[in-house]
């Protein structure tokens, strides 16, 4: 009867009514049906419904499928046509998702995606986002509950690391001693330990990167002070140094992931006070200040000073030199960043809290010991904070409501990703589980799930743009007003609470983290935008604020600023850091450095640093803050420009849209009034 029909695709291929038998037929079965004859009775009487509405003229596979639901109703078969519907409708999402893989293919062959700003152009880097487009439309089609999956692809939520989601976990804080002091296997045999500071300091680097290759997060050393010690022993400051300098030549040249990126690296340091440990701080520290071979800014490690009373942070005590020597090396390469001990959160667990670059903090433990070491985050999940204020019209019950609605969501999709991982096996992460680097692998054989280790892990909320949402339900932000700062913190602690009933609800370590928002903030409001229009102070830039963050554009003093933000780091147990922008390096004013840091630490923020431009011409060598297109010294126009995004530094070329305009918008914060009054 018809002999060609047009494809979704524009060609016309030749008709195979068959085609039309095998579809009823299948549909048929899956509600308990045998009769192929029936299904082709049923063919004619579609070929008879498209003669009559076409009447000889080309039609395409959607009509076709039109026809096949009308008859199926028309002549009975309800359930039939309930079981092709659905059928239909689950191709066409996975048509959809193939149609859109091929679209991100084409855009990540010409340039990598910059949602991570670390990630190289490489052609490694290009196979291995491919993979990372493919894995994300598969788990959103085929693995992800729909109802959870619809709330991502909105922008209701959004699920990080998509394309991980049932391949691995997010991060671990590595136990480096106990690497070092047994040896360990990363795949091809056994690394004996090492005796010296280098050859110590070599397999760190090697640890790092194996490490990185089983993960998707980032990876640190909670202790290294304390770990590498023993191997400083017997050797002086010159050895030392050699090896710290090597070790950081090593994390920014080294690659992990297929050859995408550098390993992820965070350093914690400053509270051990042997003079051993004192001497790996130290001269760490010298030769991140001395920069590599040319004196350009490291990229990597993040290094983490923990700040402690009675051990590094008043005159008298034994580490405050290297406290001093941690200011002033940050004053000029912007690392390292600091965490507060005495903080109200991390006081109770002495010096055993260690950060990550990124602010992520893994302390509490429902389920065992309550240490850093050997844990990490399993994976998190981000909720579009503006959305549900623009929805909810500043009505206080509506916005609460939703809120909840989507906490619950968010909760849930957390469960059932952590049973996704659970299921893998010590094999699929043979560094990680197989070597022992997870708190209850230990003992796990390589055929083993590893649900006994990871439910060690934290599965976390997290939250971004509480600035825009507070100006969506009040008019203003938390920095412009009393009112709007203590709503803000009602909300924080609001989403604090529903995450501590998580943890009697599913038995796992639920937490609350400020979300870093390097690839997100700019994708939230983008669909926020075109759903809702340009709303002032909500949807009229490219980003949404860094999770409790003031707007990066607000004029406010260093003081202000870390007091309002302190007051919301006590909620977020899963992960908070604040920033002071200074307009340059401040290297010649270290007392206004000290005396923020001070300022912090009394303000009971628990994860900080200080951000400043760090520009340097790649040919001359120029270093400073240079704001035309080209070196003011030589005029070469090739500047590596050096900038802190959401913790970690990397270089403004890999920033993406929403991130470079949020860079653009940076202000500095005064401190000199400030300041005086703190000092006085």
Do not use: W
């Not at 060609?11 to 009769?35: H, L, N, P, Q, S």
């Not at 963050?549 to 977020?572: M, N, Q, R």
């Amino acid at each position: 009867m018809f002999s060609t029909i047009l494809k979704r695709d524009g060609r016309e291929m030749e008709f195979d009514e068959r085609k039309i038998t095998d579809a009823i037929f299948k549909a048929a079965k899956a509600v308990g049906g045998e009769d192929r004859q029936t299904a082709m009775e049923l063919t004619l009487e579609v070929m008879k419904h498209l003669k009559q509405k076409f009447n000889g003229n080309l039609f395409t596979v959607e009509d076709v499928q039109d026809g096949v639901e009308k008859v199926l109703i028309e002549q009975g078969h309800a359930r039939t046509a309930k079981a092709y519907i659905l059928y239909r409708a689950k191709r066409t999402i996975m048509r959809d998702a193939k149609s859109d893989l091929m679209d991100a293919v084409g855009e990540i062959l010409q340039e990598t995606s910059r949602e991570n700003a670390n990630v190289s152009n490489s052609p490694s880097a290009k196979m291995l986002q491919i993979a990372s487009a493919a894995s994300k439309k598969y788990y959103l089609s085929r693995l992800i509950p729909g109802e959870q999956a619809n709330a991502h692809v909105r922008g209701d939520i959004h699920i990080h690391d998509l394309d991980f989601y049932g391949k691995t976990l997010n991060c671990v804080q590595i136990p480096l001693g106990e690497l070092l002091e047994k040896g360990f296997n990363n795949g091809h045999g056994y690394i004996r330990p090492p005796k010296r500071p280098n050859s110590a300091t070599a397999l760190a680097a090697i640890i790092l990167q194996s490490s990185q290759n089983d993960m998707h997060g980032g990876q640190s050393f909670p202790y290294f002070d304390r770990d590498i010690a023993p191997f400083v022993k017997d050797a002086d400051d010159n050895e030392t140094f050699q090896a710290m300098e090597a070790l950081i030549y090593n994390l920014n040249s080294m690659h992990s992931r297929a050859g995408a990126q550098v390993p992820f690296s965070s350093l914690n340091i400053g509270t051990e006070t042997s003079p051993e440990a004192r001497r790996v701080v130290k001269n760490l520290l010298l030769a991140y200040e001395k920069g590599l071979g040319r004196g350009e800014n490291p990229i990597f490690p993040n290094i983490i000073f923990r700040v402690k009373d009675g051990i590094n942070f008043k005159e008298g005590d034994p580490n405050y030199d290297l406290f001093k020597l941690a200011i002033r090396v940050a004053s000029k390469r912007m690392n390292p960043t600091f965490s507060f001990m005495d903080a109200t959160f991390n006081q109770p667990y002495g010096t055993e809290v260690s950060y990550m670059g990124c602010r992520t903090r893994v302390i509490s433990n429902v389920l065992g010991p309550e240490i850093t070491e050997k844990r990490g985050n399993l994976s998190f999940t981000t909720i579009n904070l503006p959305r549900i204020a623009i929805k909810a019209e500043r009505d206080m019950n509506k916005f609460y409501a939703q809120l909840d609605e989507i906490v619950k969501l968010v909760c849930d999709q957390l469960y059932h990703r952590f049973k996704v991982q659970a299921n893998l096996k010590v094999k699929d992460m043979p560094f990680l589980m197989g070597q022992g680097l997870y708190l209850g692998s230990e003992n796990l054989k390589p055929c083993d799930t590893i649900e006994e280790a990871i439910k060690h892990g934290t599965v976390t909320v997290g939250f971004i743009g509480l600035a825009e949402t507070l100006v969506a339900l009040t008019g203003k932000h938390h920095g412009e007003c009393m009112e709007a700062h203590q709503l803000g913190q009602e909300i924080v602690a609001y989403l604090r609470k529903k995450t501590d009933e998580a943890i009697e609800q599913y038995g796992l370590n639920y937490s609350l983290i400020a979300t870093p928002a390097e690839g997100l903030s700019g994708r939230f409001v983008d669909m926020d935008r075109k759903d809702y229009g340009i709303i002032p102070g909500v949807t009229d830039k490219e980003y949404y604020s860094n999770s409790f963050h003031l707007p990066v554009s607000f004029p406010v003093s260093s003081h202000d600023k870390i007091t309002i933000e302190g007051a919301y780091h006590g909620y977020c147990n899963a992960g908070h850091i604040s920033y002071v922008e200074f307009p340059a390096p401040p290297i010649h004013n270290l007392e206004a450095v000290e005396a923020v840091l001070r300022y912090m630490k009394d303000s009971n923020i628990g994860y900080a640093g200080i951000n400043f431009p760090i520009d340097f011409c790649m040919s001359c060598h120029y270093t400073g803050v240079i704001n035309q297109n080209e070196c003011p010294q030589c005029g070469f126009p090739d500047i590596n420009r050096v900038r802190r995004i959401t913790g970690y530094l990397s270089t403004v070329d890999r920033f993406n849209d929403a991130k470079v305009a949020e860079l653009e918008d940076r202000v500095s914060h005064n401190t000199t009034r400030r300041i005086a009054a703190i000092i006085a």
